[in-house]
């Protein structure tokens, strides 16, 4: 990244509240105990710099933290030593070196992938993983007959140590998807041929639909951050993160007049616009544009809500200030996230989803840590 600006200077920041973050870990916790609470770290604590987020959730007594790829799993090493590291994206061929010296765990999905990792050690040495089958999501994890194949098998289990049974689910979001039953059902079935062996079945959704659903280790990711994705009802936890970005200029556009790329969107009547420093290089979706007498996307502004209009480009938006009691002033920060834009509610306008707004607020946001007020 280029030289650290003062939050002065800053065009964007992204406020990261620790306090709530170790909050709302203990919150989950305190829901789903007896269970154990990891906490999924992956894509840079999604978005909001895991070199900041692992060592919070650490103090807060997280000792098992989920990453994706070799090379996260590497960075969280050095954060926190002596915590259990498990890689969601397994042993990726070539990477065995790197996830054996860091000491992190495969989350292992195919019976191919367990003999590459059994054959990066020495004879005398237990591998150690995590299993993850399949329960019907049909992304990673092992198929049901490579599973029976594995149990029957007391040549392969002798060189594994075995200390992790996962499943994920698909629809874990909505409490009145029958998807769900069916697969903890074949999640019990599948766990029981692991018997004393741990089990994980509940991300952040899935831990809202009871205490079946918990086992030993739940991996909540989006919820930390204060992600609101399940149906059935508010999860006990709170926001983490506030965006905000500076207001370049205030313009007077005619009726008649259209404002950005291609015209998209008219004004109906005399307007005044504020011209916000975030774009989608931002991570601000494009598909929050809004042409003439639509509303998409909308940031706040002293409190009050206004619609972006026109299309949002690279390193712009343009709002429509018009019906603001005060019209702000060049040099004021407008709320992208926060003051009751919810991660969901942007994402439901950028016809997206809230983990996606959440992951890809790009580096040009300065990130600010907060500790519980400020
Ligand atoms: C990303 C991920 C999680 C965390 O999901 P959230 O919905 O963010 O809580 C848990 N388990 C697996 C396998 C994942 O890929």
Redesign the pocket.
């Given at each position: 990244m280029s030289t650290q600006l003062t939050t002065d200077a800053a065009t964007g920041t992204v406020t990261i509240d620790l306090a709530r973050l170790r909050a709302n870990w203990h919150s989950i916790c305190g829901l789903v105990g007896p269970a154990a609470c990891g906490a999924?770290v992956?894509a840079n604590a999604?978005g909001l710099g895991a070199d900041r987020v692992i060592p919070a959730l650490y103090a807060a007594g997280a000792r098992e933290f989920?990453i994706?790829t070799p090379s996260e799993a590497a960075a969280a090493r050095a954060l926190v030593p002596d915590a259990t590291l498990y890689a969601?994206d397994g042993v990726p061929t070539g990477s065995g070196p790197i996830l054996k010296s860091v000491g992190a765990i495969p989350?292992i999905s195919s019976l191919e992938e367990l003999d590459h990792w059994i054959s990066l050690h020495a004879p005398e040495e237990q591998a150690p993983v995590a299993l993850?089958v399949d329960s019907g999501l049909n992304r990673?994890g092992m198929e049901h007959g490579e599973v029976d194949a594995l149990v029957s098998d007391g040549e392969r289990l002798s060189k594994l140590s075995i200390v992790l049974v996962?499943s994920?689910l698909a629809s874990?979001d909505d409490p009145s998807d029958s998807k769900s039953e069916k697969q903890l059902s074949r999640f019990n079935d599948l766990h029981a041929k692991f018997p004393n062996v741990r089990a994980?079945l509940?991300?952040?959704?899935?831990?809202m639909l009871g205490s079946r659903y918990h086992f030993d280790l739940v991996?909540?990711?989006?919820?930390?951050?204060g992600?609101q994705?399940f149906r059935g009802g508010p999860t006990p936890v709170g926001p983490v993160v506030r965006v905000e970005a500076r207001i370049l200029q205030v313009r007077s556009v005619a009726a008649g007049e259209t404002v950005g790329y291609s015209g998209t969107w008219m004004a109906e009547r005399p307007s005044r616009v504020a011209i916000v420093a975030a774009g989608y290089a931002d991570g601000i979706a494009r598909t929050a544009s809004a042409a003439t007498g639509q509303v998409c996307g909308k940031v706040s502004v002293g409190g009050e809500h206004a619609p972006i209009v026109g299309r949002v480009s690279m390193d712009l938006i343009t709002v429509d200030v018009t019906d603001l009691k005060r019209i702000p002033k060049r040099g004021e920060m407008a709320v992208l996230v926060g003051d009751g834009l919810t991660l969901e509610s942007i994402g439901q306008a950028a016809k997206t989803i809230g983990?996606e707004v959440l992951t890809r607020l790009g580096p040009r946001f300065e990130r600010v840590y907060i500790d519980g007020g400020d």
């Open positions: 999924v992956k999604y989920f994706a969601l989350v993850h990673l996962m994920h874990a994980s509940a991300a952040s959704d899935g831990l991996r909540p990711g989006y919820a930390l951050y992600g994705a983990y």
